[in-house]
């Protein structure tokens, strides 16, 4: 019996938390997808990036305060760090905001899929516009830059 319930333990560590989406090959395409005609931010993080977890607050205020723009947040650590981000996406009071984590331990083709050019450095948003094109930034963000891009998309 312990057998079992130390298997299912390891299952559970292993997979993305239920509010989590798994961010696996092809989802980057599928969102741009879903982005079509209206804009949409996906922000890249990691539990080990200290800029990110300062960052992670501000999403959930800019998510209440901007409700019309799509925003997405995009766990790049391990499947395996999986309840540890889902406590710090909870903390950050991110419930409402739609959440992907990295689903495959090979993490530079999830990445190379976003851009061939991006080698991982955190913290990364793209702004997916209405037409349809990208804006990555790189590092720390300027919320307001953000909300004044919001804006200009909601016209």
């Known amino acids: 019996m312990s057998r079992r319930v130390l298997l299912l333990a390891a299952l559970l ?29 996906v922000h890249f993080w990691s539990l080990t990036c200290a800029p990110c977890m300062v960052e992670l607050p501000h999403w959930a205020s800019l998510a209440r305060r901007a409700p019309d723009l799509r925003i997405v947040l995009v766990n790049t650590d391990p499947p395996e760090q999986a309840a540890a981000v889902e406590r710090a996406a909870k903390r950050a009071g991110l419930g409402s905001v739609t959440q992907y984590g990295f689903a495959d331990r090979f993490a530079a083709r999830l990445r190379f899929e976003v851009d061939p050019d991006w080698q991982g450095e955190l913290p990364r948003t793209d702004l997916i516009a209405r037409d349809g094109s990208t804006r990555a930034l790189l590092g720390t963000l300027d919320m307001a830059m953000l909300e004044r891009w919001s804006r200009e998309q909601a016209r």
């Open 13 to 41: 560590a292993a997979t993305p938390a239920a509010a989590m989406e798994p961010f696996a090959r092809g989802s980057y395409a599928a969102l741009r997808e879903q982005a079509a005609g209206r804009p949409m931010v």
